[in-house]
């Protein structure tokens, strides 16, 4: 049974930093691409940063871009997410997801971003960022 479980949320002010962390089991996490979404609440779920499976190449949406990085460990089975001078407007619950990746295959920006696309999520974590 294939498990995402996220951790490193918490409360912070604006201007500092977390990293959240999210742990893979049960699946070959060389062969997924993982990705981090995020949800306000009464906002749908958005695209915040991802990760190919070959950790060659990173997206992320234009609001997180030079402040959050993506980066993964396939000896720990783990992606993380640096985010580095948090605004309020970050505050949300934060996802990891994962989905298979045929490794002969190209998979472009418009895969990554859509949520639709990942098979596999994790429970979420609470990131709340005061003014």
């Known amino acids: 049974q294939v498990q995402l479980v996220e951790s490193g949320g918490g409360l912070v002010q604006a201007g500092g930093s977390l990293r959240l962390s999210c742990a893979v089991s049960g699946h070959t996490f060389s062969l997924y691409a993982m990705g981090w979404f995020r949800q306000a609440p009464g906002k749908e779920r958005q695209f915040v940063a991802a990760?190919?499976?070959?950790?060659?190449?990173?997206y992320y949406a234009d609001s997180v871009k030079g402040r959050f990085t993506i980066s993964r460990d396939n000896t720990k089975n783990t992606v993380y997410l640096q985010m580095n001078n948090l605004k309020p407007e970050d505050t949300a619950v934060y996802y990891c997801a994962g989905d298979t990746v045929n490794q002969n295959l190209y998979y472009g920006p418009s895969y990554y971003h859509a949520r639709e696309e990942y098979d596999e999520w994790g429970q979420g974590t609470q990131v709340t960022v005061s003014s």
């Open positions: 990760l190919s499976w070959s950790a060659g190449t990173t």
